[in-house]
């Protein structure tokens, strides 16, 4: 089982190119959540979704749309990248109704 | 949202127990509180949730007081490999919650 993965581990971008940043559960989980990482601000989350087919705005959604077509797959894209959103990105994935969340080995990404 | 706050950083030594406290004043009655761990380059990993007295498992102990406006996550007898960033949330998943990390608590063990 391989929980939540990622892809890709590691990207450098160009401003003003788009990306899309992968992630993926096995784990039949609901809920699924994309956070960035930025040193000494902690974990923001930017976008969530409870269920296949919706999603919702978290505390820094600007710059970043989601999708979650089905259970499984929750991409993260940035439609056209600026150097402000070099950060790490984590995916994650909860139970509905459960606080704990399983993290994947999130996604470094630099803009320059 | 319940907002969080606990100490940016402690040291500790190897073998001794470590107590973090959060605070969390203004925490809804149907709220429960959740505690992360997260060494550097990974992410978060659960460590423990209650929602009121004492829960312990085989990582750690959460102290929560009747009033619920804060709690106390007791590491037993700490090692080098405890050294990580420990995270205090609060809400309910089953509500509209939007999980707020914040920066955690940056806890260093020493030799």
């Known amino acids: 089982i391989a929980g939540i993965t990622q892809a890709p581990t590691s990207q450098i971008l160009a401003a003003g190119r788009r990306m899309t940043l992968r992630c993926t559960q096995d784990m039949r989980h609901n809920a699924m959540y994309w956070y960035r990482q930025d040193l000494g601000l902690g974990l923001r989350l930017i976008h969530y979704s409870n269920t296949a087919g919706t999603t919702g705005k978290g505390e820094v959604p600007d710059g970043y749309s989601v999708s979650r077509a089905n259970t499984d797959d929750f991409p993260l894209t940035l439609a056209s990248a600026v150097p402000s959103q070099t950060s790490v990105y984590f995916c994650?994935?909860?139970?509905?109704?459960?606080?704990?969340?399983?993290f994947g080995p999130g996604t470094r990404l630099t803009v320059l | 949202l319940a907002k969080t706050t606990q100490p940016i950083s402690m040291d500790s030594y190897e073998g001794q127990e470590v107590n973090i406290t959060c605070s969390h004043n203004n925490i809804a009655t149907n709220d429960y509180i959740t505690w992360y761990q997260q060494f550097p380059s990974q992410g978060p990993r659960f460590i423990i949730q209650g929602y009121k007295t004492k829960v312990t498992n085989e990582v750690a102990s959460l102290f929560i007081p009747a009033d619920r406006k804060s709690s106390t996550l007791s590491l037993p007898r700490v090692s080098l490999s405890d050294t990580a960033v420990y995270y205090c949330?609060?809400?309910?998943?089953?509500?509209?919650?939007?999980?707020?990390f914040g920066r955690g608590t940056s806890l260093i063990v020493h030799p």
């Open positions: 949330l609060v809400g309910n998943a089953g509500g509209s919650y939007i999980p707020t």
């Open positions: 994650a994935s909860s139970e509905w109704g459960n606080n704990e969340q399983f």
